[in-house]
């Protein structure tokens, strides 16, 4: 497993880190399970913060979009308030900044460069 998902205890927030061998076609259907299973017995909305330590090629990038695009997409979970994503990659952070864009799905993304970063802007949201 090249991910780990977790429930931040001192902040409504889920904490997912993607490692540098991810594998999407073989890995993202498990981890959206795992993130499922802490979104819908959350009592609150959570922020979803995604750490990528990974870069996506192309084709990954297309697959993920066209996931995330779906109806039943864990982006639009009713119990996410916020997606975030970090990460140092500049294709994959492009690829954030236009799933705010309608036609990709119009989401409300937040860019940071580190997990301390990420946090503090949650903090300073609560």
């Known amino acids: 497993m090249n991910y780990t998902v977790e429930r931040l205890s001192d902040v409504p927030a889920i904490l997912t880190t993607v490692s540098k061998d991810f594998e999407i ?16 017995p959350a009592e609150v909305p959570l922020f979803l913060i995604t750490n990528f330590q990974v870069s996506l090629g192309i084709d990954d990038l297309f697959q993920s979009a066209s996931t995330l695009r779906k109806e039943n997409s864990i982006w639009k979970h009713p119990n996410i308030r916020q997606v975030i994503v970090i990460t140092e990659d500049p294709l994959l952070r492009l690829a954030a900044k236009g799933m705010g864009s309608p036609l990709l799905g119009g ?13 503090a802007y949650v903090r300073s949201q609560l």
Not at 25 to 40: G, P
Not at 107 to 119: G, H, I, M, T, W
């Open 25 to 40: 076609n073989r890995e993202l259907e498990a981890m959206n399970r795992d993130t499922l299973a802490i979104l819908d």
């Open 107 to 119: 989401f409300n993304v937040k860019l940071f460069d580190s997990v301390e970063e990420a946090l």
